[in-house]
């Protein structure tokens, strides 16, 4: 075949897809996120046709020419479409981004017109659609440049693009495994069939006689140290219930054993002919029962972290402030109802992964995807006694993370092969897997109880809440604190309790997920004070007008918590004047549909407390520029761009002389990782002093810089929307979708405008169409992409972003963190509005056509 312009000759293997063909002849733009046809980042052109290369058979290609987006290009530059794509900013994490760019290149004039229809088969995780559709339609009004270029010390508040948007969009962006490792092996994992049971024995004879298999790794061949896949600069703040393999397996697809290969067929029909014997143990699926039910982790006490392992409780927290009970006996209306939010797979089109080598001085390297480079070298380190610097732990470009990868799920098994036998070896997740085998975001139940008097004060706020973390507990106690802390904090009320727990249960581990716990808790807290205002006759902006912080108050809420949160800057006012003034237009709306419109809010730390350290080097090069060093990981959070921008602004140059180097143990200095918002506030605060250091002593030709993450501020996000709804089917139209964000002093307006958009759109999946679905037995149903239902173009309507002006006292030249925030709100205010326009409450996500349909009908 004919690829790129050149001939091709090598023969294909029996059943080998175009997409692993391609990738194996280097064209590594050619993505892999599905598996089965279903996200679009594998399309390349075939002879002029876009297709699928996942799902089409390599042979097929036979005496045919083959364009990937390596080959798009022509001799006098970029095709328009990545032109396009480049000027609009049309990607974050550039996953997606090739597959977007080969569909789009093939429609004609006529399907730019119809993009729902056109876009179908490419997915975003991190867009939210609106840049994308802007670079594809094109055109000066919708794809203008992102910014001319600023001048010497004027990056800060322009819409620079990122610095790899060239590598992006040319498919030379280099990801986790788009490199060549000659002599890998290919590492596959037998997982459990059971929810709960105990191996007795493994025979692997079968597997060692199939030709290629290296090598098969149990749970004898394994340290016996217990760890927490959960990453934090502080280890403590996660239990310890881990084992890279363990004799006892506690959720239906926990790794049993590992089968390292020549190939992934043969590890694949090694791991087929494990025969293992398992004696079942008792297990359960709903956490209502957990506490009642056999231990999951009797093993284990609580000088492991967890805190009643008998009874299957992780973390628990009971506390109040005042008196709640006087505190309803004073109010004119009180209403609680109990909210349920099911599990969200992350969906990062970039599957987790690793892969591993000795390099010639015999240290142990792992590349892999991850948010945590620093804090997963420590991990390893520890797990098989080696001393720091004999470990290097570095990530490329990720392809999004949003929380799943704060989480070691690969590369302790990849470096045990790779010590174990000496040669290089790599793991990828299938998307199955990461279904099945990886971490979702934590499934809450909230009952949310409020009172208030009818001059709009509260009078009690209380929270009973239940937290399944699945059958392992990383981030469980950290996400129920979270969860709860910052929903209720935000809120001025004399009298508030707290009663939480967060329990096992033999289901697919949870982990940190977008939010960390307050899109869950938020969920029920503004939907029950949307029904207390509602009850004393009051408009809910200007009841939360009554009742939230302001300038000067302490942040409190039930519990101990560090002393170090508080509001450096306040542009909640700003937020909600925006809400209230976009209620005051009209929008069409169907014929015979309900109509009506919500609102919620939501506030957030930067950063987690305890402390998140970041540091950063910056230095002279001979020719002028400046190489910047710093931790941060780039998974489409921008913080490379940011980061280039203050660097730029505080030396008096521009951000294309700053040379950025990142993500690797080896070249750059500590940075606990790229999580909790951080990479801003935290990250840029390091990168602002390492400038600020160079620029005071430049004879020193090097400036260092470090924040250890305290004091924290906060940042602020309401979200409205109006709706219409068809009583006759329950479907639902969203009109008007309006975001307001206090994010301090905007860094990057193009770039936090994609960020808030990309945000709301991941959160109405999980409000409208996405779960993951668990039987009887604890078995994962939603396995593919096409069962899961993410958000396309046709799903997500465009959100307007207005941004607050506040300047923040503690974040980098005034910023505040803004990543994580948008999500928050998106659910209250989506069932608020579900609520005005039908008067039904409906309490349990996601909220489906039939969901609605029936309540319509109860």
């Known amino acids: 075949m004919e690829i790129n312009g050149e001939t091709h000759a090598g023969e294909p293997r029996p059943g080998q897809c175009l997409r692993t063909y391609l990738r194996e002849q ?13 996200c679009g980042a594998c399309t390349v052109h075939v002879d002029g046709r876009p297709v699928h290369s996942c799902v089409y058979p390599a042979f097929r290609a036979q005496g045919r020419s083959v364009t990937t987006i390596e080959g798009l290009a022509g001799d006098d530059g970029l095709h328009p479409v990545q032109q396009s794509f480049l000027d609009a900013q049309g990607f974050q994490c550039g996953f997606c981004t090739a597959g977007m760019i080969m569909t789009s290149a093939a429609l004609t004039p006529e399907q730019r017109e119809d993009l729902p229809r056109s876009l179908k088969g490419n997915l ?85 006689a199939v030709p290629g298999v290296e090598a098969v790794f149990t749970h004898a061949d394994v340290p016996d140290v217990l760890f927490s896949t959960a990453q ?36 694949e029909e090694g791991c087929r002919r494990l025969v293992v014997t398992y004696s079942l143990l008792a297990a359960v699926v709903d956490p209502s029962s957990a506490v009642t039910s056999p231990p999951i982790h009797g093993d284990k006490s609580e000088s492991d972290g967890i805190s009643r392992a008998s009874s299957n409780v992780v973390g628990e927290l009971h506390a109040s402030i005042g008196d709640v009970s006087a505190g309803f006996s004073a109010a004119d209306f009180v209403y609680g109802a109990t909210f349920r939010t099911p599990r969200v797979q992350h969906a990062s089109l970039e599957t987790h992964g690793s892969v591993g080598w000795l390099d010639d001085d015999g240290r142990l390297v792992i590349r892999s995807s991850t948010q945590t480079p620093f804090l997963t070298r420590r991990l390893l380190a520890r797990l098989y006694d080696l001393p720091t610097d004999r470990v290097r732990v570095m990530a490329g470009r990720v392809g999004g993370g949003f929380g799943g990868k704060q989480e070691m799920l690969t590369e302790d098994l990849v470096a045990l092969a790779v010590l174990r036998l000496g040669r290089p070896v790599r793991w990828e997740y299938t998307r199955t897997e990461q279904f099945t085998g990886a971490t979702t975001r934590h499934p809450f139940v909230v009952t949310a109880t409020a009172g208030a008097r009818r001059d709009g004060t509260l009078t009690a706020l209380q929270l009973d809440v239940l937290v399944d973390t699945g059958a392992y507990g990383n981030h469980g106690r950290s ?26 249960t033999n289901t697919v581990p949870a982990g940190a997920f977008r939010g960390y716990g307050l899109g869950q808790v938020t969920f029920a807290v503004e939907q029950v004070l949307d029904e207390v205002a509602r009850g004393i006759g009051m408009d809910p902006v200007t009841f939360r007008e009554r009742n939230v912080v302001r300038p000067g108050d302490d942040l409190t809420a039930p519990g101990e918590h560090v002393d170090d ?33 919500g609102m919620a809010i939501a506030m957030i730390a930067a950063g987690p407390p305890g402390g998140h350290f970041a540091d950063a080097t910056i230095r002279t090069l001979p020719d002028g520029r400046y190489e910047l060093s710093v ?3 780039e998974f489409g959070n921008g913080s490379t761009t940011v980061h280039a921008q203050i660097a730029a602004d505080e030396l008096g140059t521009t951000p294309d002389r700053i040379v950025i180097r990142q993500s690797d143990t080896d070249v750059v200095a500590h940075d606990t990782g790229a999580f909790a918002s951080t990479g801003v506030v935290v990250a840029g605060r390091a990168v602002l002093r390492a400038a600020r250091s160079l620029k005071q002593s430049p004879e020193t030709g090097v400036g260092r810089g470090h924040f250890d993450g305290t004091p924290r501020s906060v940042a602020f996000n309401a979200q409205w929307f109006r709706v219409a709804i068809d009583p006759d089917t329950g479907e639902l139209r ?7 964000a206090d994010a301090g002093t905007v860094m990057n307006p193009g770039q936090l405008r994609g960020q808030i958009e990309g945000g709301v759109a991941q959160a109405l999946g999980a409000t409208l169409s996405e779960h993951v679905d668990i039987d009887a037995d604890g078995r994962v149903t939603t396995t593919t992409f096409r069962q899961y239902h993410l958000p396309t173009v046709a799903d997500t309507p465009f959100t307007e972003v207005h941004f607050a002006d506040t300047t923040d006292a503690i974040g980098p030249l005034g910023a505040k963190s803004m990543s994580e925030s948008p999500f928050n709100p998106v659910s209250p205010a989506l069932g608020n509005a579900i609520r005005d326009a ?20 109860d």
């Open 838 to 857: 039908t008067g039904v409450r409906m309490t349990e996500l996601p909220y489906t056509a039939d969901r609605i349909w029936q309540a319509l009908q």
């Open 631 to 633: 931790g941060t990981a």
């Open 479 to 504: 996400v129920m604190f979270h969860g709860c802390h910052e929903t209720l904090a935000v809120y001025r009320c004399a009298n508030m309790r707290t009663d939480a727990m967060t329990v096992y």
């Open 232 to 267: 934090h600069e502080t280890e403590s703040e996660d239990p310890y219930d881990t084992r890279i393999l363990d004799d006892v397996v506690r959720f239906i697809g926990q790794r049993v054993a590992a089968v390292v290969a020549s190939s992934e067929a043969a590890a």
């Open 26 to 38: 280097g064209c590594f733009g050619v993505k892999k996120g599905c598996d089965s046809g279903d």
């Open 124 to 208: 975003c995780r991190c867009t939210g659609y609106r840049a994308v559709t802007d670079a594809v339609r094109g055109g000066p009004e919708s794809c203008a440049p992102a910014c001319p270029a600023p001048g010497a010390g004027r990056a800060v508040g322009s819409s620079l693009g990122a610095p790899a948007g060239p590598a992006v969009v040319t498919g030379a962006a280099r990801y986790t495994f788009d490199i060549d490792v000659p002599g890998v092996l290919h590492l596959k994992v037998l997982r459990s069939p059971h929810a709960h049971a105990r191996i007795v024995a493994i025979d692997a004879s079968a597997a060692l």
């Open 734 to 740: 969203i009109l008007r979708s309006v975001h307001s």
């Open 565 to 597: 949160l508080g509001i450096a800057s306040y542009g909640l006012d700003q937020c909600l004047d925006r809400i209230r003034a976009a209620g005051l237009t009209q929008d069409d709306a169907p014929d015979g549909w309900l109509v009506g419109e």
